[in-house]
């Protein structure tokens, strides 16, 4: 059995949005971290996600982790994975739900608006467990193509969900059946 941590986007999920839906229909699935007000910066968003999957100073973890990212939450994923080589062996795998795109030329912003969340390049870097990337064809943030780059670098399986938009509320997305099928493949692990 594994643990299943919600790695929110920019913002606070609406209350029809999948991943608060996940949150609310299965109590013993947790936040890393909880969803912003206002939006975390990148730095705070993977001290989050590595407290949640080692289980912070007061708890070593043993039990493996699946993480289920949604927009930018996949790039907070990507970064620290590039970033905590050991603690990786604490997740099991990764359901990447639409990342937008940001092109790997841009340098790193240091001094960026505080809203961005996330600065500079993404790393693109494979990943060391299994992955599911989530594309859709009529992303608003990011190409199908684009998409494809992404799992082909962080070694991701792709999952076309056709004409999904990004996959939220304002694209037709409360509950997501496709999705908590793709999670129960990555929960269960290898045959």
Not at 97 to 102: K, L, M, R, S
Request: glycine share 8%; hydrophobic share 40%.
């Amino acid at each position: 059995m594994s643990r299943i941590l919600l790695v929110p986007g920019r913002g606070r999920p609406k209350p029809e949005h999948w991943l608060r839906r996940w949150a609310d229909a299965n109590p013993h699935y947790r936040w890393a971290p909880y969803p912003p007000a206002p939006p975390f910066t990148l730095a705070e968003r993977i001290a989050a996600l590595h407290d949640a999957v080692t289980g912070g100073r007061e708890v070593a973890m043993t039990e493996p982790a699946v993480l289920v990212a949604h927009s930018a939450g996949c790039l907070s994923v990507a970064a620290w994975a590039a970033d905590q080589t050991g603690a990786t062996a604490l997740v099991r795998a990764a359901l990447l739900v639409t990342p937008p795109y940001i092109d790997p030329r841009l340098p790193s912003e240091p001094d960026g608006h505080p809203d961005d969340g996330v600065y500079g390049p993404v790393p693109r870097a494979r990943l060391p467990f299994r992955s599911i990337l989530v594309a859709s064809r009529t992303d608003p943030y990011t190409t199908f193509a684009q998409f494809e780059e992404y799992a082909a670098d962080w070694g991701a399986e792709l999952f076309d969900a056709g004409d999904a938009g990004h996959i939220e509320t304002a694209s037709g997305y409360g509950p997501w059946p496709a999705g908590e099928r793709l999670l129960a493949i990555l929960h269960k692990g290898p045959s």
